[in-house]
């Protein structure tokens, strides 16, 4: 669901959200928490990765690890050269952990990332599960 | 296709809720 929220119509909106900067793009879950948030302009396919890590990201800290798997998943499908891809897989790991909980899959995720995203800070965060 | 943006905060909370559904926000400082 969109809400639209203009610093000249709905001021007080900006200080309730604590929000400083814009453009900006808040996800909340069902019950009003804040699960995601885009600061400052992105092309359009990052952005539109970004809006799909904040729906996995709502599932995920609900727990319904299947579904953010799913949408992790799908995430680095339809946007796999993007930056945002890369935490999308990181993620989509350590849903499919949660799941399953089997270490193995961790063990998995520092190869996946020497090929696909190198370079990328969640490649660093792999390593740790090395063999 | 159109996309129906809400405009109350509290309104769209509800709904979401509600509907069980994830709530986007869109904060704009750009004229209009």
């Known amino acids: 669901m969109p809400l639209e929220a203009h610093i000249k119509e709905h001021p007080a909106y900006f200080h309730r959200f604590d929000v400083v900067w814009t453009p900006t793009v808040v996800i909340l879950d069902p019950n009003g928490k804040e699960r995601h948030r885009i600061d400052g302009y992105l092309p359009v396919e990052e952005f539109r990765a970004q809006l799909e890590l904040g729906l996995a990201k709502v599932a995920f800290m609900s727990k319904d690890f299947a579904d953010a798997e799913r949408r992790y998943a799908a995430l680095v499908d339809h946007f796999p050269n993007t930056k945002t891809a890369a935490e999308a897989l990181y993620w989509k790991g350590v849903s499919r952990y949660k799941l399953k909980n089997d270490h193995t899959v961790l063990s998995e995720l520092p190869e996946m990332f020497r090929q696909k995203y190198p370079d990328s800070i969640w490649a660093l965060k792999t390593a740790a599960w090395e063999h | ?32």
């Open chain 2, 1 to 32: 296709m159109k996309v129906h943006w809400l405009k109350d905060a509290d309104a769209a909370l509800a709904e979401a809720k509600t509907n069980k559904k994830s709530l986007l926000i869109d904060f704009s400082a750009a004229p209009g």
